[in-house]
């Protein structure tokens, strides 16, 4: 059964810590994977990973794909309290686009 | 400005009571979809529309209608809702088309609807 699986659901940090966080998946054809951000509200775009590209960078955070693994990481650097929200990775599978259940991430001050 | 609406925002119905939530982008996406979002299983795919009249069943799609008649319009009917279906809904809209991959999605602001 085609499955994304994130880990871990929760996790509490300091400003200023790293976190990285994990996307696995098993789907019949991938072929993207993407990882967004929800604060209070919808889902915001964080990136866009594929076969032609497999790290993405944005200030503080970034992101690496490794197709062999069939998985993704998300780190976030010097993390701050903004940086609090659920972050959800998703794998486009044909058409379909599955999501994990998405990482709760708490950055206290 | 460019957007995502949906109508209502909140909604409280009772069983059996056919409900239609709009969705509507200004972008000429091509790609639209519907998703439920339940505490600790994310987001589940309901239905997607590749463009006009194109439309394919995502991972939940029992109980639920859509139509795509227009490119901008996206709407997802309930046609006897039951308490099960209370949950978040995300109605999302992406300028990729068929046979590529896919760019950002854009989500609406979501609906909340409860069935009583």
């Known amino acids: 059964e085609d499955k994304v699986v994130q880990s871990p659901l929760s996790l509490v940090v300091h400003e200023g810590d790293t976190v990285t966080l994990n996307c696995s998946y098993e789907?019949?054809?991938?072929?993207?994977l993407l990882w967004y951000k929800q604060e209070k509200k919808a889902p915001t775009f964080l990136f866009m990973l594929?076969?032609?590209?497999i790290e993405k960078k944005s200030g503080r955070l970034s992101s690496i794909l490794d197709k062999k693994e069939l998985s993704s990481i998300l780190n976030i650097t010097a993390t701050q309290t903004g940086d609090s929200a659920i972050y959800l990775c998703?794998?486009?599978?044909?058409?379909?686009?599955?999501f994990g259940a998405g990482t709760r991430l708490t950055v206290k001050p | 400005e460019a957007q995502v609406t949906q109508n209502p925002r909140y909604l409280i119905t009772v069983t059996g009571k056919k409900l239609t939530v709009t969705c509507s982008q200004n972008?000429?996406?091509?790609?639209m979809s519907w998703y439920r979002q339940d505490p600790g299983l994310g987001l589940r795919q309901i239905y997607y529309s590749m463009n006009v009249e194109v439309t394919d069943k995502g991972d939940v799609p029992e109980g639920y209608k859509v139509s795509r008649k227009e490119k901008r319009n996206f709407p997802l009917i309930l046609e006897s809702p039951s308490p099960n279906q209370t949950s978040l809904y995300f109605c999302?809209?992406?300028?990729?088309?068929?046979?590529?991959?896919?760019?950002?999605?854009?989500f609406g602001p979501g609906t909340r609807l409860t069935v009583t």
């Open positions: 972008m000429n996406h091509e790609y």
């Open positions: 999302a809209s992406s300028p990729r088309t068929s046979g590529r991959s896919s760019y950002e999605q854009y």
């Open positions: 998703a794998v486009e599978d044909g058409g379909d686009m599955r």
């Open positions: 594929t076969s032609s590209g």
């Open positions: 789907v019949t054809n991938f072929r993207s």
